[in-house]
């Protein structure tokens, strides 16, 4: 066999390593995680959160109104026990205790208003939890089949591999050396040739070259610098 076609299978198979490489690359990055999981649990964690700070809101202004109740309580045992007689302290009591109804109402619609939000929030809760539970089942069932996927290209990429150092072994060193700085310098080292014509450059070869190049010898496009086949 030429050292040329050797090359060109070896390009070949070069071809299907990074296929499987990528493919494998590829799965493992799904791996990593899901993106509608994340979306779904970041969406509910939001939503927890807003909850859990109208609960909080919530508490603090029932504190409030006990505090307020507690003085309204006060004020009106005052004011109606007959102990208080001058007209201007009565009149300063019922100015505060009205002062503390109004903002024991105030707060009451304020804590229903809350109520209210805390309501819908609780049933948007309740809508993502259960969303997150099907994005999460279904997530699951895709990585048992990523796993088994992974499984089999990394199967793919042992048996290619083992097959590139079969015929990397079988190839003069001096021209698999050539073979790897072409690669790396265009990308495709090896291209056929068609009618006496690169087609890696589209560049008429000389006729001498065309001949060596069908006579199986290695031979290197002089315009492009790739190395030539002849299928």
């Known amino acids: 066999m030429s050292i040329a076609r050797q090359l ?5 198979v070069d071809i299907e390593l990074e ?3 990528k493919a494998v690359s590829g799965i493992m990055h799904q791996l990593e995680g899901s993106e509608a999981l994340t979306a779904v649990r970041s969406q509910l964690a939001g939503e927890r959160q807003r909850l859990a700070e109208l609960k909080k809101q919530q508490r603090s202004i029932e504190l409030d109104a006990g505090s307020i109740n507690a003085k309204l309580k006060r004020v009106e045992e005052e004011l109606y026990s007959g102990r208080v007689r001058n007209p201007k302290e009565l009149s300063n009591l019922q100015r505060e205790f009205e002062i503390l109804k109004a903002n024991r109402n105030k707060l009451e619609s304020r804590e229903l208003e809350i109520m209210d939000q805390a309501e819908q929030v609780g049933k948007r809760v309740n ?3 259960k969303e997150s539970q099907v994005v999460e089942e279904g997530w699951q069932r895709q990585k048992e089949q990523l796993s088994a996927d992974l499984e089999h290209v990394r199967a793919v990429l042992a048996e290619v591999t083992r097959r590139r150092q079969q015929l990397a072994d079988g190839i003069e060193p001096s021209a698999l050396n050539t073979y790897q700085d072409v690669k790396r310098a265009k990308g495709k080292a090896v291209v056929p040739v068609e009618r006496g014509i690169c087609t890696g450059c589209r560049i008429a070869l000389s006729v001498t070259d065309t001949h060596r190049v069908r006579s199986g010898q290695l031979v290197r496009c002089g315009s492009c610098g790739r190395i030539l086949y002849a299928p």
């Open 8 to 12: 060109f299978q070896l390009q070949e």
């Open 19 to 21: 296929a499987a490489e």
């Open 127 to 129: 809508f993502a939890e």
